[in-house]
């Protein structure tokens, strides 16, 4: 069996581990378009922060990718044949496959505005990005990153700590919005603007001119360094010109496999099915991409046995020693929350009846990873138990339901404790 | 291999954590006045809950949301299947932090990376398991 992945990040190494666990033998392509090497994209701004320090932005090692007898060429698809089962690169090479994983990602989306082609405008999503704006950074100099999400949050970091001065404006209404409600937003940008980097919402931009950016209400800018982090949108292009399903992203089925049965699909290129909510969007996530390129793969090289269920929203960053973890998502405007608070740590839960939709926690990760699970897993905890537990959200006061089933799930041999 | 924890068994004496913390960082084990000498970090955390205390160990999971979830590929699986992290490559984004079910994986604040059971793998039978005074803890496969 010959499989050949397009893209090489993240959904690229769960489709190998994957396909290795069933078939040890096949031959594994992994097609580079960037020509940089297998790596991780989130590495970027700790690259950019220092550059001597995170030289090496490799998600898995060189012998990694070795022993699981990948071979990765560089080089970028051009053309999908269905018919003939080829993939034609940019230089006109023909590489033929058996089974064929489209795990492109996505690419910056960039708003037409006037000015935006300046040589100073630049986005935030790979090494050449980072090498762009290494090369025309000075200490002291006015950056604008135009977007609040995590991108626009963390190049917003790396540039304060290369001693830039660095304002984040924002179209919503308050900053992260995808990832936070306005009453902890509020709390993060007030620990944002005291470790240095200020933020402006509800502005929107529409234009650049000469170091000065404007924006919808009027209010004018000067800036040096601009960086557009105003979200990403999928590199589906590849798929449509093959006549793949396609939406917003690739569409897939249970099993990420295309409309083309030789063809399957993972990573921010697809369309994932969110849990909570029902719906199908685009879910552009570390560990979805990894899950789903695993399950992929599973599937590409065997029977077509493992279904994915979904996932759901989970993002976990520090930026500038503030930590902020959330996951899930909100099925309807009105969701019920309760809140607790001390100091700079706040954690917020909502509540879908007796289930655990979201929760958003600043600066106290560490009950995160079982509220995440109790997400995910639709774990049902009554609310008088989460109101004990928001009195003082600590492990140790974490449901007692929770941890029973963890301890039954792990299947331990009681009868063997001498 | 992991380690479990009996909580019908757990006297809540958290020896488990100063043993745990004296085997790492350099101390080699020697527990005595090992805090004066220094801070060690213990791996594993004693959860003390109305219901009783259990340490709070690493199952060191099959199918580890911890290595798949992390940006910087820093958590890894040894040959003997033991989970750890790569200190060169943590980076600190907690993102093991959230998707460890267990709430095992914890952050190192002053360091800006995170802690987790290693099973003492550099010597042998876990130090908290060796020194349990109630045999709470058992190495099992």
Redesign the interface.
Known sequence: MRYVIIGGCIAAM?AVEGIRSIDKKGSITILDGEQRGVY?R??IS?YLAQPDR?K?L????AEYLDHHGVDVMKGWAVQIDRSRREVVLHDGQIISYDRLLIATGAAPFIPDISGIKAPWVKTFYTIADVEALDSILTKGHNALIIGSGLIGMKAAESLRQRGLNVSVIEKERHILPRILSPESANMVNCLLNEAGIKTQCGEELTAVNENQANFASGLCLPVDILVLAMGTKPHIELAMDAGLKVNQGIMVDEYLQTSDENIYAAGDVIETRNIITGTSEIMAL??LA??EG?LAGVNMAGSKSCAYEGGIF?????IL?I?I?S?GSLPRAETEFLVWQEDHKYLQIFLDGDFLCKYIAVNL??????L??TIADKIRIEKRLWQHFMTSPT????P?VY?QK?RKE?N???N??? | MKVVAWTEYCLGCGLCEIYCAAQHDGYNGNVLKIFKKGRPMHRSRLLKAEQGTWLNTCMHCTHAPCINGCISGAIKRDPNGIVYVDYERCVGCYSCVMLCPHGHVRPWSERHQVLKCDLCRDTGLPSCVANCPNGALQLVD
């Open positions: 769960g991780s989130p590495l700790y995170f090496n490799a998600y898995r090692s570390l560990p990894h899950r695993y989970m993002n976990s960053l520090n020693g930590s973890c996951a990760p560490e009950v995160t990873g079982p995440t699970n492990l140790s006061a974490f007692d941890w963890l792990a331990y041999d009681y063997k404790c001498s």
